[in-house]
């Protein structure tokens, strides 16, 4: 088995699972001896070519589009087992997808990373589990920040932020290294405005997402300044919905920018701004931010 460069084979954005299980259903009345698929949840390691310039390698790669023979069975959340009415040798290949914007709805094979492919023979009536791992293609660029260096690329707004952040390492995750942005919103400091400022030209027709690493249980609202001679204009993005004290946990999202970078000024370059304001039913919230990850095709 082996890892391939990406190649998009159809640009399916929406699927109907109701409709994917009556059609499997179907097939298995029909055919009584499918063969079985069992496919895990992805694994994303490090493209050993990108020298680590993918930073630290945290992902939510939830979904999968998978092919048999080059034919699409269906984009299934993993781990899923699947009927396939073939038998013998064949190519499977594995998309990774993500929910786009971290909208269930609008899930999507996440552009830079590699298909899985592997080729197994398929038995009726018997089970092949295959676990999927990817890297990110070569060609990906990145810009990040990752509260790791001397000099960081996060700043609280001094004109509106009443609340900044600190740096702190209190239940570090594994993708967190040493640090991260904490942000503790309260009475007196309800309100954090921050932006980056990476100040990065970014292209127009070509796929940008901000990968980012997020613990809250406060909304927080995600968005693209873009930055021109004429100005700067804030683009409100997709907001991070909070969690209660007991249910949150780290969480990643995947914000798809090519929309909002290409109906900006031709000269502008971009930074990122996270807003929170605390909700009054809260006496205090909290805010964790790491990762903070454009990634995009030149």
């Known amino acids: 088995m082996r890892l391939i460069p990406f190649t998009a084979p159809m640009n399916f954005k929406n699927v109907v699972f109701a409709t994917l299980l009556l059609v499997l259903n179907g097939c298995i009345k029909n055919n009584p001896d499918p063969s079985w698929l069992t496919i895990d949840k992805w694994t994303l390691s490090a493209n050993p070519n990108l020298s ?6 945290s992902q939510n790669i939830s979904e999968a589009w998978i092919y048999v023979n080059d034919q699409c069975l269906g984009v299934f959340e993993l781990p899923v087992k699947i009927p396939v009415l073939k ?13 786009n914007n971290g909208v269930s709805a609008t899930k999507k094979i996440y552009p830079f990373l590699k ?10 009536n018997q089970n092949i589990s295959l676990s999927p791992s990817t890297q990110y293609v070569e060609n990906t660029n990145f810009i990040i920040e990752d509260f790791e260096g001397a000099n960081i690329n996060l700043v609280n707004d001094p004109n509106t932020s009443i609340a900044n952040y600190l740096l702190d390492n209190i239940d570090l995750q594994p993708f967190n290294g040493n640090a991260y942005a904490r942000v503790q919103l309260n009475q007196n400091d309800s309100l954090w405005v921050a932006y980056t400022t990476f100040s990065s ?27 021109s001679p004429s100005g700067i204009k804030r683009n409100i993005n997709y907001q991070l919905n909070r969690s209660t004290p007991e249910t949150v946990k780290w969480k990643k999202i995947y914000i798809d920018l090519r929309e909002l970078i ?11 701004s996270f807003e929170a304001f605390k909700p009054s039913d809260l006496d205090q919230t909290e805010i964790r931010i790491d990762n903070i990850k454009v990634v995009y095709f030149q």
């Open 201 to 227: 030209y970014l292209p127009k027709g070509k796929e940008v997402y901000l990968e980012l690493d997020y613990y809250t249980t406060n909304h927080v609202v995600t968005g693209l300044l873009a930055i």
């Open 262 to 272: 290409g109906a900006s000024d031709a000269n502008a370059y971009f930074d990122h």
């Open 52 to 57: 680590g310039n993918e930073g630290e390698l």
């Open 87 to 99: 038998s013998g040798p064949v190519n499977v290949k594995v998309y990774p997808g993500i929910k």
């Open 115 to 124: 298909v899985y492919e592997s080729n197994i023979t398929l038995v009726p």
